[in-house]
């Protein structure tokens, strides 16, 4: 099952299958999915955690069993439904936080690499290991782990299916920080990120997206126009007065 809490401006998704370490079944992607399409739209909600319960496991990956039944086009559909949820996270108009609690192993890793940041608990382990079952990383692993860690850190990591602690994942990138319960550092950060203005966040996060694909002076045109453009907005206007006033700002994403 898929639990979400609301905690002011911050919704924390937590993937709740501890008898099988998080592991992602149909149902539970799906609901997935679902709970992910709503946070996206709801506008109370200006930053997004993503968990799981327990403390042995973010998500342990995709359900096995079920996987090895499949035909071919039965496992396209799986891998798309995979695919929606990944690009939910990465591309909602506002931040996501994995705060990975344990194993983040082949789904689980690539559920995390779409968020905009990832935090680690100490026990965490991270992985694309579908190349020992004979098959592929089918929910973004082989895009969006180069993206975030070079692409020769991870043609290692998912040819060898290597799996790689908490500490090695801050070395290569694969995550922004160390913490201890990684949930706290996930909330402070998710907090702070409510605080800010949602036009700018959105934007940011647009732009962000299109840095590694796409022409290169096209983005930086398009970051112009955007820069430009958000003048007009409420918010722009809150923070450079503020600053002027020397007080906090109060931003309504308007």
Known sequence: MIRVDRE?????????????LNALDVATLTELRD???????????????LTGA????????????????????QAKEWGALGHEAGRLLETMPKPTIAAVNGFALGGGCELALACDIRYAATSAK?????????????????????????LGVAKELIFTGRVVDADEALRIGL????????????????????????IALRLMKDLANRALGGDHAANLEAEGDAFGELFSSEDAKEGLSAFVEKREPVFKGT
């Open 8 to 20: 002011d401006a911050v919704g924390v998704v937590t993937v709740d299958r501890q008898d099988a």
């Open 54 to 73: 327990g403390e042995k496991a973010f998500v342990a990956g995709a359900d096995i069993k079920y996987m090895s039944g499949l035909d071919v086009a």
């Open 126 to 150: 991270l992985g694309q290991p579908e190349v020992n079952l004979g098959i592929i990383p089918g929910w973004g692993g082989t895009q969006r782990l180069a993206r975030v860690c070079g």
């Open 175 to 198: 995550v922004n920080a160390v913490h201890d319960p990684v949930l706290d550092k996930a909330r402070e950060t998710a907090a702070l990120l409510a605080s800010k203005s949602p």
């Open 35 to 49: 709970r992910l399409r709503e946070l996206a739209q709801d506008e109370g909600v200006r930053a997004v955690i």
